[in-house]
């Protein structure tokens, strides 16, 4: 079986000024992809859906 392409969507927690943006790639079923939207040539960080539900739950209760 091949993997989806992914297909980029941005964040919903990145702000309207386009200054600080990821966009997630959710759509395969063994790896989560996130990217600088203003930056694609650096390259993107995979993690696992299980990773990234902990990082996410993480993030999410250490916010600044």
């Known amino acids: 079986m091949t993997e989806p392409s992914p297909n ?4 919903t927690y ?4 386009n200054d600080s943006c990821v ?4 759509n395969a079923p063994d790896v989560i ?3 600088d939207t203003k930056d694609h040539a650096r390259g993107e960080l995979t993690a696992t ?4 539900t902990a990082f ?3 993030a999410r209760t250490h916010v600044v």
């Open 8 to 11: 980029w969507h941005k964040s």
């Open 49 to 52: 859906p299980t990773a990234w």
């Open 56 to 58: 996410t739950a993480f």
């Open 23 to 26: 966009e997630i790639a959710d």
């Open 33 to 35: 992809r996130v990217r």
């Open 14 to 17: 990145s702000g309207n000024t």
